[in-house]
């Protein structure tokens, strides 16, 4: 409850008294959260294939530790259950369904009391971890991996299991009387990496130096939404933050590296002082962000130079200071009984519909490629994709919808939601506009590997992203994820109190 502060003792009795009253009277007895943090690493022990791009690379050392970091959420009322979470960030490309399916069954008997449906695993989107999947699928890549000497992705999936496993187990019995608050700072992390030209059409990564280049396709949003997890004495114990870029800065190197998110850890537990703070790294909806810059590149490259810093470095620097410059607001706002609530369900979206154009674009590849004799990974690779366009035209109305789990979460004023999707930013800033919350999260790549979910305007732009073979929903499935999630979101306010009901004293 709020302890209001009145100008002499027995005023400060009756408000407390009052307000206890009213608190009791209206919403029963008072709710306690409880709350558990712990980090672990998800680094393979031996060598290992890196997903993220069209070619093999195998690390044989790692640059960087990579982690897992896992925050268990549960309010309570006496001795009654009201609602549960286990928020785990890991530094990986993305969560396959498989993946999550295996970590699920292997948790359960290990936490009964847990509604496994409530556990929410989220990729950072590192280029450098190891690859979680050897499906054969026209909408994945796939690798030749040396057999000798190399982990399989299929060890490292059993590896990772058991690695969650622990980090959950962890967080979940260390669950103690807590409080949470929540903040927004700012950063330019990310930005938009389609050119467009001045015949309409965009290319992921084009130049912007030449006279034709007229725009980049879409915003920015350089929001720091941060979640600060504390105990019952005030002590930060975790930090949950959500940045509109996926840490893919050193994504081609051959080594496991966490990119950004590593120094922006480092940097925060170095300046709070806190070792063993756990931070989860959440990309918000990115589709068509990066981090690497698409104009002024030489007055950056300068002033990261100056500062005696890598990119990597300096993405870690502004991360870890728009979190700093909330801390006093942040701890000035600790709420130990905020509405918590956690819906989970399973929305179909229907599947991209193919072009004719991008049809017939697919069987000339098709054609150019079959006659090649030694096609490198990737020319293999497109040729599978492209087939498989070829028959999700032909046999439409025999293609499946795609099924995705949502989340959303009420804490307090927050609103958390979930996609499996690489979701183009659009539609983040969309359900960040229309949501009923204060401060909405958007959290990508999360239980499932959608792939890009591309804007109309994205696909009339073509290139890479928005092209059928990345995509396994289009805008039409993007708009009902959208309109669906806010829906979500306004149900949770409906049902619960408009006002947190307590506040650590100050």
Same mark, same amino acid.
């Not at 519909?353 to 090649?372: G, H, P, T, W």
């Given at each position: 409850m709020y302890f209001l502060p009145l100008p002499n003792t027995t005023g400060r009795s009756f408000a407390l008294i009052l307000v206890s009253f009213i608190g009791l009277s209206g919403l029963g007895?008072?709710?306690?959260?409880?709350?558990?943090?712990?980090?672990?690493?998800?680094?393979?022990?031996?060598?290992?294939?890196?997903?993220?791009?069209?070619?093999?690379r195998i690390s044989l050392k790692p640059e960087t530790p990579l982690i897992a970091a896992a925050v268990a959420i549960e309010s309570t009322e006496g001795d009654k259950v009201l609602d549960q979470s286990l928020l785990i960030s890991c530094d990986l490309v993305g969560i396959h369904q498989s993946v999550l399916a295996q970590f699920r069954n292997h948790l359960q008997p290990l936490i009964p009391e847990l509604d496994v449906r409530k556990v929410i695993v989220s990729a950072t989107h590192t280029h450098t971890a190891p690859v979680t999947s050897e499906l054969t699928d026209e909408t994945l890549i796939t690798y030749p991996i040396p057999k000798d000497g190399v982990m399989q992705p299929a060890e490292y999936v059993s590896f990772l299991v058991e690695r969650l496993s622990q980090v959950a187990i962890q967080a979940w019995k260390t669950r103690k009387s807590g409080g949470v608050s929540w903040t927004l700072g700012y950063a330019m992390v990310g930005e938009n990496r389609r050119p467009v030209y001045s015949d309409g059409h965009a290319q992921l990564y084009g130049k912007t130096n030449n006279a034709s280049f007229r725009?980049?396709?879409?915003?920015?949003?350089s929001g720091v939404e941060t979640l600060f997890f504390w105990d019952a004495e005030k002590q930060l114990k975790a930090v949950a933050i959500n940045v509109a870029c996926p840490s893919q800065e050193v994504e081609g190197r051959s080594a496991f590296n966490a990119d950004f998110w590593h120094d922006a850890r480092e940097q925060l537990k170095e300046k709070l002082n806190v070792p063993n703070?756990?931070?989860?790294?959440?990309?918000?909806?990115a589709g068509d962000q990066s981090p690497h810059p698409m104009y002024r590149k030489e007055a950056e490259a300068r002033m990261i130079k100056l500062r005696g810093l890598?990119?990597?470095?300096?993405?870690?620097?502004?991360?870890s200071n728009a979190v700093l410059d909330t801390m006093d607001a942040a701890k000035a706002d600790i709420r130990t009984g905020p509405p918590f609530s956690h819906t989970v369900e399973d929305l179909q979206l229907p599947p991209?519909?193919?072009? *004719?154009?991008?049809?017939?674009?697919?069987?000339? *590849?098709?054609?150019?490629?079959?006659?090649?004799k030694s096609p490198d990974n990737k020319i293999i690779t497109m040729l599978s994709m492209d087939r498989g366009i070829v028959k999700r035209f032909e046999e439409a109305d025999k293609v499946p919808p795609y099924t995705m789990e949502l989340h959303v979460l009420r804490i307090g004023d927050v609103a958390i939601t979930t996609n499996s999707f690489e979701l183009f930013l659009d539609y983040g800033i969309q359900i960040k506009a229309r949501s009923s919350a204060v401060q909405t999260f958007v959290l990508q790549l999360t239980n499932g590997v959608g792939m890009y979910l591309p804007t109309v305007k994205a696909i009339e732009g073509k290139s890479y992203s928005a092209l059928p073979h990345v995509n396994r929903v289009g805008p039409e499935g993007g708009q009902i994820l959208v309109d669906h999630t806010v829906l979500a979101i306004q149900s949770q306010w409906a049902k619960a109190p408009a006002k947190s009901a307590d506040t650590i004293v100050k």
């Open positions: 007895m008072a709710s306690e959260l409880l709350v558990g943090s712990a980090t672990i690493e998800i680094t393979p022990d031996r060598p290992a294939a890196l997903a993220g791009q069209f070619h093999t725009n980049l396709e879409a915003g920015a949003d703070l756990v931070i989860l790294g959440w990309c918000s909806a890598s990119r990597q470095q300096e993405l870690g620097r502004r991360i991209r519909r193919i072009l *004719e154009r991008e049809y017939q674009d697919a069987k000339l *590849e098709i054609e150019q490629f079959s006659v090649l």
